[in-house]
């Protein structure tokens, strides 16, 4: 079956610093998605992305969808204590459910 | 909307207990997904269904786990009997299509089996 490998698996990071996280699939996906889980609550949608090469920003996070359709990456910019969770990538091609990736856990230190 | 509504929230039970976890996806959405998540295998898919009908069962653990969707509107994954090992959060989530437009979640249901 697709498998999503994400990376890195976790990150420790200073208040205001920039954050990179990546997906690659072994197969081809026409979807990218983003998600943050919060603690204590479930995974909520960050930002979606339908075609190959598309950059998508949702205030200071940036995500890009990859030419090849194998990879997508997020980009957090001037992280905030309030960035802290785990962020899930996600793939699908058309009718098929998602492939979530293991996740990223991101802790920011004040 | 009031998104996807899950209960309980938290449930403890014995070894050996009938554990029933419920969900109510958002009004509209014709898939239906439950999730269980630890934190050595991450978000696993146990079960969906689309017009309340099974289509993929394959995660679930085992013959203790079942799950129905009677109606459009209300969900429930049963454990029966629970073991330690069920220790978990389990998630349900709909939308409105199979994965195109994302799914949306709800707050969980942290399962401990003591």
């Known amino acids: 079956g697709q498998q999503l490998n994400q990376s890195p698996q976790s990150m420790f990071i200073q208040e205001g610093e920039d954050v990179s996280m990546n997906c690659t699939s072994s197969s081809i996906f026409n979807t990218w998605l983003w998600y943050k889980q919060d603690p204590g609550e479930g995974p909520v949608l960050l930002i979606a992305?339908?075609?190959?090469?598309e950059l998508t920003s949702n205030g200071r996070l940036t995500a890009q969808f990859g030419i090849t359709r194998k990879d997508s990456f997020l980009n957090i910019s001037a992280s905030i204590p309030s960035d802290v969770g785990i962020y899930f990538c996600?793939?699908?091609?058309?009718?098929?459910?998602?492939?979530f990736g293991e996740g990223t856990q991101l802790t920011v230190n004040p | 909307d009031a998104g996807v509504i899950q209960s309980p929230r938290h449930e403890v039970t014995e070894m050996g207990q009938e554990v029933t976890l419920r969900c109510k996806p958002i009004?509209?959405?014709?898939?239906l997904f439950w999730y269980r998540q630890t934190m050595m295998r991450g978000l696993e898919l146990l079960i969906y269904?689309?017009?309340?009908?099974?289509?993929?069962d394959s995660g679930m653990p085992e013959d203790r786990f079942s799950a129905k969707m009677p109606n459009a509107s209300f969900s429930t994954l049963k454990i029966q009997p629970s073991e330690p090992r069920d220790s978990a959060v389990y998630f349900c989530a709909s939308s409105l299509a199979a994965g195109a437009h994302g799914y949306t979640f709800g707050s969980g249901t942290r399962l401990t089996v003591v």
């Open positions: 269904f689309n017009n309340n009908v099974p289509i993929d």
């Open positions: 009004s509209g959405h014709d898939y």
């Open positions: 992305l339908y075609k190959a090469g």
């Open positions: 996600a793939g699908t091609t058309s009718g098929s459910r998602l492939t």
